[in-house]
């Protein structure tokens, strides 16, 4: 990937000559039109709206703000909303597919992420309407085609959940 400075567009798998994707000091901060571009989830299962402070090759910060008016919150749970544990493990799982699409950089076009397996998910409080899940992804290892990461989600600084999971990166399938 090309650096560049606050005020230039990145180039790479999810670049096109817009404001997508930045580069700074800190890192490669990647907009939704980005994610967009780089992983084929869509509404109502993409499930992060940034990317911050991407590190290809080491680590990424996905940024998810949580909605009254998501649709999971019709029936989990019924006038006590919570955000399924699983959906954050998956907001995880795309804050990584991500790092990986950047990292990989053109060779990655055409290709998806998929989950291999997830160890030690572990849920220290509920993630509510109105919180900013901050997904901070490491990652571990990768050979070949399967990479490892360590993530922990944060809400005002306080661990919500963390988990260490494996990605497999594939061609995508055709569409059926």
């Known amino acids: ?11 790479g798998p999810a670049a096109t000559g817009t404001a997508d994707t930045r580069a700074s000091a800190t890192g490669v901060t990647v907009d939704i ?4 571009r780089a992983i084929p989830h869509r509404y109502p299962f993409l499930l992060i709206d940034r990317v911050d402070t991407l590190i290809p090759g080491q680590s990424a910060i996905g940024i998810k703000n949580v909605s009254v008016n998501e649709p999971f919150f019709q029936g989990h749970f019924p006038n006590h909303p919570v955000m399924p544990g699983v959906l954050i493990i998956e907001s995880m799982a795309q804050t990584a597919a991500v790092l990986v699409v950047h990292t990989l950089g053109p060779d990655a076009a055409g290709r998806v992420v998929y989950f291999m397996s997830v160890e030690g998910a572990k849920f220290r409080r509920p993630v509510v309407p109105g919180d ?4 901070h992804c490491t990652k571990e290892r990768n050979r070949g085609q399967v990479w490892k990461f360590n993530a922990v989600a944060r809400v005002d600084g306080s661990v919500v ?13 055709e569409p059926l």
């Open 132 to 135: 900013t899940l901050r997904i």
């Open 1 to 11: 990937m090309q650096q560049a400075n606050e005020n230039d567009t990145a180039t």
């Open 161 to 173: 959940a963390e988990a260490t999971y494996t990605a497999m990166i594939m061609e995508r399938a």
């Open 33 to 36: 039109a980005g994610i967009l």
